[in-house]
């Protein structure tokens, strides 16, 4: 901790390593919801088919894209390679349409599997170096990990929170270093 900021400087290091680690991940490996206008926030959202509070997140997908936060969905299968969640996830990315895959699978609805090359594999083994312990793991734009669901009004105050205190502590070193 750096008394004088009251930052934590081993969570600044790690915010810094889950985004260099996330780097090489465009949006073509993710399943991205994202809102009409303006983007404030873009999350991260390392999310297995079948785990009850990430269909509740996807639930409120529309609220999340309504308040300007973007949705990246990464697949985290929590069990791990050879598994049914696995093959939900790769039949969702097969899919023509991702995104309706995925609503649908995250529903219950069975999609239809298909064959594709997929980077599901890539996608759990960067869940894995980040330490993603459950689903719906997320990682903020600016390198924080929340683990488990927040209601999208919550989440939105979060992020503007966040980003305030990010604001407030660079101002403060700015001023400090002058």
Not at 30 to 40: D, E, K, L, Q
Not at 50 to 72: K, M, T
Not at 83 to 95: P, Y
Not at 124 to 144: M, S, V
């Amino acid at each position: 901790f750096d008394m004088t900021s009251k930052a934590n400087l081993t969570e600044q290091r790690r915010q810094e390593g889950r985004l260099a680690l996330m780097a090489p991940f465009s949006d073509d490996d993710a399943i991205i919801f994202a809102p009409a206008g303006a983007v404030r926030h873009t999350l991260t959202v390392f999310t297995d088919i079948d785990c009850s509070y990430c269909r509740r997140l996807h639930q409120e997908i529309g609220e999340l894209n309504r308040l300007g936060i973007r949705v990246r969905y990464l697949m985290y299968p929590r069990n791990g390679p050879d598994t049914e969640a696995w093959r939900k996830a790769e039949a969702v990315w097969c899919s023509a349409d991702r995104r309706d895959a995925l609503t649908r699978a995250k529903r219950g609805e069975t999609v239809k599997p298909g064959k594709c090359e997929t980077p599901i594999a890539a996608h759990y083994a960067l869940g894995q170096r980040l330490g993603i312990h459950g689903t719906p793991g997320i990682i903020t734009d600016r390198g924080e990990y929340l683990a488990g669901y927040l209601p999208a009004a919550s989440m939105a105050e979060y992020l503007a929170s966040s980003a305030r205190t990010a604001a407030a502590r660079c101002a403060d070193n700015t001023r400090a270093a002058s």
